[in-house]
């Protein structure tokens, strides 16, 4: 029995390996190209270990542009947009699963609608906005349209979801300590809501962090740029995309997102579960 077993898992990890190849290579191409000699970029067939290693295009991604401030820039911005939204999400998806008052179906049906508006289509009226409140070419639409447009609705479903798991008798044992409306939110939901807020978290942090229609709007000096902004920036002297150096900012672009995701998979997933979510 142990011995059919154990084939069996070698099996499914086997097929699980072959299965994993098409979403593995495209990072392990770019990776490798990033150190590859320009003429072997784009060799056929694709060499999956590099002949020979050649660092320049690292050091030519901080020549070519402020490449660290506007690394800085993405982090920043993506840390700041993952708590505020935490912020808004977790205190609004609580008032909407424990606290009952007049219409609170469809205030929360018309919350659920920003899901349905195409961030293209609000664009331009949020251009003007900004534009009257003299905030073009700063930071800050990249940090206010994420926190309380539709990745917050998005992350206020899935905390929403999660309350509405919780045992009511939580809670009453909490009114009995004495705690009021707030007591029983910071101390008895919250500290429950760790895997929906490590999964609120990633969603979070990936779409700042990956955002690029924003930027090329509202954002026009190159050190106040974000990364997905910056990347299309290498260019050779002709033009042409520069795509060594473009491989090599792309490496470090990554870097991050496969570190949260790693850190907080478990989060992710449990958060997931318990709200219902599913791929």
């Known amino acids: 029995m142990r011995t059919e077993g154990s084939s069996r898992k070698v099996w499914l990890y086997g097929l699980l390996c072959v299965l994993a190849i098409p979403f593995v290579f495209p990072t392990w191409w770019m990776a490798t190209s990033s150190v590859k000699p320009l003429g072997d970029v784009f060799k056929f067939p694709p060499s999956l270990i590099p002949t020979s290693i050649d660092t320049s295009a690292y050091r030519q991604v901080f020549q070519a542009q402020p490449f660290a401030q506007q690394y800085f820039n993405s982090m920043y911005i993506a840390v700041v947009c993952t708590l505020g939204t935490l912020v808004v999400s977790s205190l609004a998806g609580y008032a909407f699963a424990r606290i009952r008052f007049r219409g609170q179906n469809a205030l929360f049906l018309l919350v659920l609608t920003g899901l349905l508006v195409p961030s293209e289509v609000t664009i331009v009226p949020l251009f003007q906005l900004f534009q009257r409140w003299h905030m073009i070419d700063t930071h800050w639409p990249l940090i206010l349209v994420p926190i309380f447009g539709a990745p917050s609705v998005l992350a206020t479903f899935i905390m929403r979801q999660f309350f509405i798991t919780l045992p009511p008798e939580l809670e009453e044992a909490g009114r009995i300590d ?46 106040k740029f974000t990364l997905p902004q910056a990347l299309t920036q290498f260019v050779d002297a002709y033009g042409g995309p520069a795509w060594n150096v473009q491989l090599s900012a792309a490496t470090m672009t990554a870097i991050p997102v496969l570190v949260v995701f790693v850190v907080a998979q478990r989060q992710f997933i449990e958060g997931l579960a318990h709200t219902g979510l599913k791929g």
């Open 178 to 223: 004495g705690l009021g409306r707030w007591g029983l939110f910071r101390r008895v939901a919250l500290p429950l809501a760790r895997p929906a807020l490590g999964a609120v978290s990633i969603f979070t942090f990936l779409h700042s962090w990956n955002l690029y229609l924003e930027p090329i709007v509202f954002l026009s000096t190159p050190s």
